[in-house]
């Protein structure tokens, strides 16, 4: 059964700095346009961050914006994001998530078809 797993999520000070990976089981990601997602109980899942597989091109929501980084190491397959500078608002559950179909190369929940069950990211001082 494929599956996409995230880790790397944990307790962080503000001002402190996580990075989270993803890795796929089952099946590999470099095919396919991939992005990071957050959520927080009660309220909607939110894009973070998407990038196109064919060229590589990022998008980042403004409120990450400077402050995280996306990418992919084609190599190990896995995908990364770099949160620096983070914020108590960063809390909240990481979710990678693949875009199988990967053409309409926007940074949006509906587009993604399979998602990870998340990692726990908790900004607190």
């Known amino acids: 059964q494929a599956q996409l797993v995230e880790s790397g999520g944990g307790l962080v000070q503000p001002g402190g700095s996580l990075r989270l990976s993803c890795a796929g089981f089952?099946?590999?990601?470099?095919?396919?346009?991939m992005g990071w997602f957050r959520q927080v109980p009660g309220q909607a899942r939110e894009a973070v961050s998407c990038?196109?597989?064919?060229?590589?091109?990022?998008y980042y929501a403004d409120a990450v914006k400077g402050r995280f980084t996306m990418t992919r190491d084609n190599d190990t397959d896995i995908v990364y994001l770099q949160m620096n500078n983070v914020k108590f608002e960063d809390t909240a559950v990481y979710y990678c998530?693949?875009?199988?179909?990967?053409?309409?190369?926007?940074?949006?929940?509906?587009?993604?078809?399979?998602w990870g069950h998340g990692t726990q990211v908790a900004v607190s001082s």
């Open positions: 998530a693949t875009d199988f179909e990967s053409t309409m190369g926007t940074c949006r929940e509906e587009v993604y078809d399979y």
């Open positions: 990038m196109r597989h064919h060229d590589g091109s990022t």
């Open positions: 089952g099946f590999t990601l470099e095919p396919y346009d």
